[in-house]
């Protein structure tokens, strides 16, 4: 709970000294916006250990192995990053690269996923 607290103050205000800028410097605007981003996530890697911690229980005690966990790791990886990097583009008037960035991520994660569905689709005809 406090790490949202504090990054909700940060991002208010990245957001607040982005928008006073914007009006004289665009530019700059666009590089406070993204130095706050960076910082945001530089406080979120802590969070990153549990997650991992999480993993490893689900792994160890349900049996569910690497070739299932893994993937799904990717596509969530992938979806946070390009969404991430589209509302950067989007900030910077740049809907083109914002859309192509979300097509990107899609694919990504679409190909992340294809040793999971190969995975199951063998299980699959295992069964039958």
């Known amino acids: 709970m406090v790490i949202l607290i504090k990054s909700g103050a940060l991002m208010l205000v990245g957001c607040s000294a982005a928008l006073v800028i914007r009006r004289t410097n665009p530019e700059l605007s666009l590089a406070v916006s993204?130095?706050?981003?960076?910082?945001?996530?530089?406080?979120?890697?802590?969070?990153?250990?549990?997650?991992?911690?999480l993993c490893?229980?689900?792994?160890?005690?349900?049996?569910?192995?690497?070739?299932?966990?893994?993937?799904?790791?990717?596509?969530?990886?992938?979806?946070?990053?390009?969404?991430?990097t589209a509302d950067l583009c989007r900030e910077a008037?740049?809907?083109?690269?914002?859309?192509?960035m979300e097509l990107l991520g899609l694919l990504c994660a679409i190909s992340s996923a294809m040793p999971l569905l190969r995975s199951m689709l063998e299980a699959i005809g295992e069964m039958l």
Not at 39 to 52: D, N, Q, R, W, Y
Not at 94 to 99: C, L, M
């Open 93 to 100: 008037s740049q809907a083109a690269a914002a859309s192509a």
């Open 34 to 53: 993204i130095a706050a981003v960076c910082c945001l996530l530089a406080m979120t890697i802590p969070l990153g250990a549990s997650l991992k911690e």
């Open 56 to 84: 490893e229980t689900v792994r160890r005690e349900y049996g569910v192995g690497e070739v299932y966990l893994l993937p799904l790791m990717k596509c969530c990886a992938a979806a946070l990053l390009a969404r991430l």
